[in-house]
């Protein structure tokens, strides 16, 4: 449902300031100034609604006079016998006058102001108010230069001695860490080769299912999980939400008419609030009921961890875990993949040491040979430099 209907606007005289005047008054009453195009018409209250009659009077909206700019009522007089009510200039320019003059802008939404009293609302000035900060600021600095360039030689040394320190421990923890070549006598090189073990027993287990395999099995019914029972059902009372229409709201847009008159349409749009009814409901009631399944209990051989057995040997002997036997008493026994650890007994760093190096280069190293590695402080594993 809409409204629609010609209203009345105002202005303010934009150059003596002069507030609320109608917008058909082409002139401000305190200083004469003829309203152009900059004028902005608005609507207030006292807006009053204009009778057929009264709008008739509104031939459309008002032209723009090309010497002056001032604006002029339509009257649908034609275009050559207009003349400017401001400058007294009439309109006819080399085309004879038959193209229409520029009007003032229609269709454009005006501003709504509240009441009369707002005008001079105190919004319209804080565009003007000083900013309250930063003079106060630059004022401080001002007053004792000589301090403040001293706090800031001070705190850019602080900040430089500090940076310095940081780098420093950066550069220092890098060089600790990264790997630096090392010369080493090498006095003799030796190997472990470590092969786990394991034995295939009897192992007691238990589970839902039964294994291939499984021998001395026992079962008995337990507990594997619970299950819901609808044992009943009960009456309750629920709040349940609605929404219901409360009344209404007028909402309206007014678009300027280029004349001084806007045109209002208004809509009324529903309110709704939310509201709750007490209704019934059926509810069902539950009860845990546990599941019984079957447990097995059961012997079951499986391949356990026995022992690691270590073969080592030095130099250039094969590293093989040949020697290692199995046992087939009282279980049958297997040896899982070998691992390899290599070794170096050096001369470095003026002191004996061992290092680890991995089983490929052990091979290329030589004994009682000056030679070069790659080695990170602290660490006791080496890679041999085999640039010499
Ligand atoms: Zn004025
Ligand atoms: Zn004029």
């Given at each position: 449902m809409t409204r629609r209907e010609v209203i009345l606007l105002f202005w303010d005289c934009?150059?003596?300031?002069?507030?609320?005047?109608?917008?058909?008054?082409?002139?401000?009453?305190?200083?004469?100034w003829w309203r152009d195009r900059t004028v902005n018409f608005y609507e207030a209250p006292d807006s009053v609604v204009l009778s057929p009659a009264e709008v008739a009077r509104y031939a459309g909206p008002d032209w723009i006079c090309k010497a002056c700019g001032a604006a002029n009522p339509e009257t649908g007089a034609p275009r050559e016998s207009l003349v400017c009510g401001?400058?007294?200039?009439?309109?006819?320019d080399i085309d004879g006058g038959r193209t229409p003059l520029e009007t003032l802008p229609t269709g454009v939404a005006v501003e709504h102001q509240p009441?009369?009293?707002?005008?001079?609302?105190?919004r319209r000035y804080t565009g003007r108010a000083?900013?309250?900060?930063?003079g106060g600021i630059v004022r401080e600095i001002g007053s004792d230069p000589q301090r403040s360039i001293l706090a800031m030689v001070y705190a850019l040394a602080t900040v430089g001695l500090l940076g310095l320190g940081i780098v420093g421990l950066n550069t220092l923890g890098h060089l600790v860490s990264r790997p630096r070549p090392v010369n080493a006598l090498v006095l003799r090189r030796h190997w472990r080769v470590e092969v786990p073990i394991e034995e295939r027993r009897p192992v007691a287990e238990g589970n839902w299912t039964l294994p291939e395999g499984a021998y001395n099995v026992r079962t008995e019914q337990r507990q594997k999980s619970t299950r819901k029972i609808q044992i009943g059902t009960e009456r309750r009372t629920v709040q349940v939400p609605y929404e219901e229409q409360v009344g209404t709201r007028t909402e309206c847009t007014t678009v300027s008419r280029g004349d001084g008159t806007g045109e209002r349409v208004c809509s009324e749009e529903p309110i709704y609030e939310t509201r709750y009814r007490t209704e019934t409901e059926e509810v069902p009631i539950y009860r845990e009921e546990p599941v019984y399944a079957t447990w097995y209990s059961y012997t079951i051989d499986r391949w356990q961890p026995l022992r690691t057995a270590v073969v080592e040997g030095t130099e250039?002997?094969?590293?093989?875990?040949?020697?290692v036997e199995l046992a087939t008493h009282p279980y049958p026994q297997r040896k899982l993949s070998p691992k390899e650890i290599c070794f170096l007994d050096v001369y470095a760093q003026n002191r004996r040491q061992t290092w680890r190096i991995v089983c490929e280069q052990y091979d290329w190293v030589v004994s009682e040979k000056q030679q070069m590695f790659l080695k990170r402080p602290g660490a006791k594993e080496v890679t041999l430099l085999r640039s010499q």
């Open positions: 934009p150059y003596c300031g002069h507030k609320h005047i109608p917008g058909p008054t082409r002139r401000c009453p305190a200083c004469f401001n400058c007294h200039k009439r309109q006819i009441s009369r009293w707002e005008v001079c609302s105190p000083a900013p309250p900060m930063s250039n002997m094969p590293r093989r875990a040949d020697t």
